[in-house]
Each structure stands twice: as C-alpha cells, then as structure tokens.
C-alpha cells in the first residue's frame, strides 16, 4: 500500500477569471492525509472534506482513479470547484451547505 505524502501544496484557482460571486465557489484547497482535502469558500467558509470511504469503496465510480494518491494530491481549482486530472470533480454547493453545518463533508 502507497504511503500518504504527509505534506502539500495548497493550490489556488489557475482558471481564467469568471465573474461568479456564488458563496459555494472555492478560494483555495490543499490535499490532506487520508484522502481528505482542506477547503476555503469565498464567502470565509472553511471545512474538510473526507473521501476515504468513496475512494475505497467497491461502488467508488470515477472516484476510484484517486486511490492512487499521487493522482489524489494532484487536485486543484478550476472555476472555484476541486477537480482532478481525468476531469473528476466535486459538488461544490453540495460540499459548502455539509460544511456550513457540519465541518465537515463525509463521501461515503
């Protein structure tokens, strides 16, 4: 089993400007251990998003390509949303309003 690169790079959003003030659009994420990310909202929001158990699960979809963690510490913003290469992405909106009431988004 890979071990888990202890540090990253947080990686601001490369994409070209859009004028889009929604409060679920990503500033900022940095890949964590365990197959978890930091994020930042535009609007201040701040939380954690935990996909261990959607990567690792037998019904993990295009998910699965982020078990190899080297392609799960790739991730970064594009249009304020985490994506990965092989255009893998997450639901933004869905990821701030878990976060906004609970810390934390849990992909199970």
């Known amino acids: 089993m890979p071990t888990m690169r202890q540090t990253s790079i947080a990686k601001k959003d490369t994409a070209p400007r859009i004028n889009c003030t929604a409060s679920w659009r990503l500033t900022k994420v940095k890949s964590l251990p365990n197959y978890k990310l930091e994020v930042y909202f535009i609007d201040g ?37 985490a994506t990965w290469p092989g255009e893998i992405d997450l639901a933004p909106d869905a990821m701030h309003d878990e976060i906004m009431r609970h810390g934390v988004w849990i992909l199970k």
């Open 45 to 81: 929001t701040h939380g954690y998003v935990e996909m261990s158990q959607r990567v690792k699960s037998a019904n993990a979809g295009v998910f699965a390509a982020l078990k190899d963690i080297k392609i799960f510490n790739q991730v970064y913003l594009e249009h304020g949303t």
